[in-house]
């Protein structure tokens, strides 16, 4: 099975998926004039403007929800893995994805804005792929193909890759504990302890809906992150010295790689995709929760969030493995043969355990500890984050038919993600990961795609940016959106909200969304 999954793995993410994500970014940087640098100041100050509302979150619980699927096991377990597998080099293809995702991301958290529903059951802001392939597309069944992979993927391939990286940490730091026999195998009581802590606490967040999600992550997600990003650069300030070489080392084998040029770009474009998720097609749900005045200032402050993931957390646990030479690179070499060897042979890559060696190399326990404690709390929003958008495409499916299909799916749905929780903290880190690639793979290819056929059919991303520049530079007191203005079709959510604003226009006939 194993072998199989690999073989799936290695045909999805080709270098025809590879490229696909850096040219779509590079494109859509053009595309905008590079809105990720002109429009830096605006993120920030969006961030923090707007206002949570009765049927939707405000922009920065957006952020965080968002930063909760983006920042996770990717970061710290992920990281390691491009550099274990791709060299140094490897971190700086995960910058250039970063930096050129960016506006990847901006496209598609303003198209899911922009052709974001009502939930009619909760009342609820709901949108992302599936919405805006069926809307701006007119193609429902493209949707409904996104929406059965992104449940497939969000509820059974990824929740195994948190979960295991949780354990794996726990078990780093309090060892593996008294095994227990379960039905007739050995299992290590301490892997058992942090799968239950993980699913109650998951079950009593997720059956508190979106507001708990956002909730939850608006809290645990900055504090986590700064704290993480602090302790690492404490370590480059101790080791001041050691950082230009780092970042000379990052450079040049990023185009001569100690583990081949292939590996380099490849691994640090999967994991590089598989962090910053720009692209993706996953944080455009938490985007259309927001509530703003304006498709693109959604798509601006998501744009930011790819930055934090990847040029600052990414870059802070790269930093820290760097310096301190806890690292080893195996390439395409057999197990147990390494190109380069600094920490102990048989060493898990796909893990935190780089990472933790160099905490503990400079905080000693603690540091040991900190990781630990900071992998359970980013994998545990990004499980948080990926149910949400599970729950969005099985709120898509069953929008058409009844609300009791609507109750049926979702309970479904929480339990099939609390069982891969439990599965995948018990199987190896290398199989977990494989599984995870290919549902990441997936749902890729299946938005990359769409949102390049998008733009070229009727460019709606763009044309709200263009429509918000306008604005921004008349030194409007409030933003407002009509899609009719400017030739977008289907997005009635806004189309209702333009009239009812529009004190001439206010006994025009509100449209209804047709299923």
């Known amino acids: 099975m194993e072998g199989l999954v690999n073989t799936i793995n290695g045909v999805i993410w080709s270098s025809a998926l590879i490229y696909l994500c850096l040219g779509a970014g590079l494109f859509f940087s053009i595309v905008t004039r590079f809105a990720q640098v002109r429009l830096f100041g605006e993120m920030i100050r969006l961030i923090f403007k707007g206002k949570a509302s009765r049927d939707g979150i405000s922009s920065f619980q957006a952020l965080t929800l968002s930063l909760a699927g983006r920042v996770g096991m990717g970061n710290i377990a992920g990281v390691a893995a491009a550099i274990g597998f791709g060299g140094p080099g490897a971190v700086f293809w995960m910058w250039v994805v970063g930096f050129l995702g960016a506006t990847t991301a901006y496209i598609e958290a303003t198209l899911a804005q922009i052709y974001k529903e009502k939930d009619a059951t909760t009342g609820e802001y709901r949108g992302g792929p599936a919405y805006y ?58 892997r058992l302890g942090a799968i239950a802590l993980i699913l109650v606490v998951f079950g009593i967040i997720i059956f508190g809906g979106i507001k708990r999600i956002a909730t939850f992550t608006e809290i645990v997600v900055p504090f986590m992150a700064i704290g993480y990003i602090v302790l690492a650069l404490i370590i480059m300030l101790i080791n001041f010295e050691m950082v230009p070489q780092v970042f000379g080392l990052i450079v040049s084998d990023a185009f001569t790689a100690q583990a081949g040029l292939g590996a380099a770009i490849g691994w640090g474009v999967k994991r590089g995709v598989y962090s910053s998720e720009a692209g993706q097609g996953t944080t455009p749900h938490a985007a259309a929760a927001a509530e703003v005045d304006h498709p693109a200032q959604q798509g601006l402050v998501q744009s930011f969030s790819v930055y934090i ?58 540091g040991n500890i900190f990781i630990a404690v900071a992998v359970f709390f980013f994998a545990f929003t990004t499980i948080l984050a990926n149910y949400y958008i599970a729950e969005v495409n099985v709120a898509y499916l069953t929008r058409s038919i009844s609300p009791k299909a609507n109750k049926i799916g979702l309970f479904l749905v929480k339990i099939l993600t609390m069982a891969m929780i439990a599965y995948g903290g018990l199987n190896s880190a290398g199989y977990i990961w494989a ?29 709200a940016l263009k429509d918000y520049e306008m604005q921004r530079k008349a030194g409007v007191t409030r933003y407002t959106f009509d899609p009719t203005k400017l030739g977008i079709k289907n997005a009635l959510y806004w189309e209702n909200r333009h009239l009812t604003e529009q004190p001439s226009l206010k006994e025009a006939p509100i449209r209804k969304e047709s299923k």
């Open 435 to 463: 599984v995870g690639d290919i549902g990441v793979g997936l749902i890729a290819w299946l938005n990359i795609v769409g949102i390049l056929i998008i733009f070229f059919m009727a460019r709606p991303a763009l044309k």
């Open 133 to 190: 392939f069926e809307k701006a597309l007119g193609q429902r069944w493209y949707g409904i193909v996104f929406a059965i992979t992104a449940i497939i993927a969000l509820s059974i391939f990824l929740p195994g890759i948190q979960t295991n990286g949780v354990v794996n940490a726990v078990t780093q730091v309090m060892g593996e504990g008294t095994n227990l026999n379960i039905l007739g195998a050995n299992v290590s009581g301490m």
């Open 309 to 366: 993931d990847t040029l600052l957390v990414c870059s802070a646990t790269a930093f820290m493995i760097l310096t301190m030479g806890t690292y080893n690179i195996q390439g395409t070499l057999p197990e147990g043969q390494y190109l380069v060897q600094n920490v102990i042979a048989g060493t898990e890559i796909n893990s935190p355990a780089f990472t933790q060696m160099a905490m503990e190399s400079v905080y000693g326990a603690f």
